[in-house]
Nanobody, 120 residues
Framework: QVQLVESGGGLVQPGGSLRLSCAAS????????MGWYRQAPGKQRELVAA???????NYAESAKGRFTISRDTAKKTVYLQMNSLKPEDTAVYYC??????????????WGQGTQVTVSS
């Protein structure tokens, strides 16, 4: 199995910054893609930023210029640096990995989510 553990959420004022981390662990055979999604109350889960299997990065339009995704491949960890946060960024942020566990099949894995609240 593959486990994803997020950290770094919290309460921040508009214009502030937060850095989220997501570490993958378990009997990992291969990670194809890894990134961040978010879900605000009453809304569908949406992509924020993610590394593709080819190593490029996809950003949501709302994240471009404010958020930066990075990774430490050796640590199987991805980060999301969020700057200039706005109240509309308030959501539960989920780490996602398209991965294959040893002896398993390729599938989507999700972290437990971390709350980000942007409010004065």
């Amino acid at each position: 199995q593959v486990q994803l553990v997020e950290s770094g959420g919290g309460l921040v004022q508009p214009g502030g910054s937060l850095r989220l981390s997501c570490a993958a662990s378990g009997t990992i055979f291969y990670i194809y893609t890894m990134g961040w999604y978010r879900q605000a109350p009453g809304k569908q889960r949406e992509l924020v930023a993610a590394f593709t299997s080819g190593g490029s990065i996809n950003y949501a339009e709302s994240a471009k210029g404010r958020f930066t995704i990075s990774r430490d491949t050796a640590k199987k960890t991805v980060y999301l640096q969020m700057n200039s946060l706005k109240p509309e960024d308030t959501a539960v942020y989920y780490c996602n990995a398209d991965a294959r566990a040893v002896g398993g099949t390729r599938k989507d894995y999700w972290g437990q989510g971390t709350q980000v609240t942007v409010s004065s």
